[in-house]
Antibody, heavy 119, light 107 residues
Framework: QVQLVESGGGVVQPGSSLRLSCSTS????????MHWVRQAPGKGLEWVSY????????YYAESVKGRFSISRDNSKNAVYLQMNSLRDEDTAEFYC????????????WGQGTLVIVSS | DTQMTQSPSTMSASVGDRVTITCRAS??????LAWYQQKPGKAPKLLIY???SLESGVPVRFSGSGSGTEFTLTISSLQPDDFATYYC?????????FGQGTKLEIK
């Protein structure tokens, strides 16, 4: 079955960096685009970033553009989110999600990893 | 960017009720819309994609409709397991924006 497991969250100070990982199994990873979506405590879902199946196309929310970078390693079935210059407002649960085979909705989701940015 | 607005933000209903949640897009998204269900402390779960297509394993009491800028999610007969928060998301153009959510509570 499809499994996505996020890791790398934690408590960091404003201005610092963090790299999130999403390890996957149960499907042919290099066939699918991948998303990162976040949810601040008590708030709604915010789409963060998307990377195409071969890594050639990458898109970002305006709120993270220039600070966050998405990447993937198809040999390791993993997707990453490098987060730099973190701000208080980046505090959130971060989910990775696999896209559909034909359309880029968020088909399967991981359980999330919590990032807390606080001094 | 395409803004997605859901209504209502919160609603109360009883088991057996028919419930409709509306999602409006700030510009046409054709039928590139998905619906998700999220329960407290859990990851979201895909219910419907491309406006009307039911994800495998999702009960048939869930249905979606619409096109262009106005969409609805309908639950034909509420079950206890359906009390959750529901989100729409457009995937016509980046950024792939979500609605703010509709929390469905027990009356």
């Amino acid at each position: 079955q499809v499994q996505l497991v996020e890791s790398g969250g934690g408590v960091v100070q404003p201005g610092s960096s963090l790299r999130l990982s999403c390890s996957t199994s149960g499907f042919t990873f290099n066939y699918y685009g991948m998303h990162w979506v976040r949810q601040a405590p008590g708030k709604g879902l915010e789409w963060v970033s998307y990377i195409s199946s071969d890594g050639s196309d990458k898109y970002y929310a305006e709120s993270v553009k220039g600070r966050f970078s998405i990447s993937r390693d198809n040999s390791k079935n993993a997707v990453y989110l490098q987060m730099n210059s973190l701000r208080d407002e980046d505090t959130a649960e971060f989910y990775c999600a696999r896209a559909g085979i034909r359309f880029p909705y968020c088909h399967y989701w991981g359980q999330g990893t919590l990032v807390i940015v606080s001094s | 960017d395409t803004q997605m607005t859901q209504s209502p933000s919160t609603m109360s209903a009883s088991v057996g009720d028919r419930v409709t949640i509306t999602c409006r897009a700030s510009q046409s998204i054709s039928t590139w819309l998905a619906w998700y269900q999220q329960k407290p402390g859990k990851a979201p779960k895909l219910l419907i994609y491309k406006t009307v297509s039911l994800e495998s394993g999702v009960p048939v009491r869930f249905s979606g409709s619409g096109s262009g800028t106005e969409f609805t999610l309908t639950i034909s007969s509420l079950q206890p397991d359906d009390f959750a928060t529901y989100y729409c998301q457009q995937y016509k153009s980046y950024p792939y924006t979500f609605g703010q959510g509709t929390k469905l509570e027990i009356k």
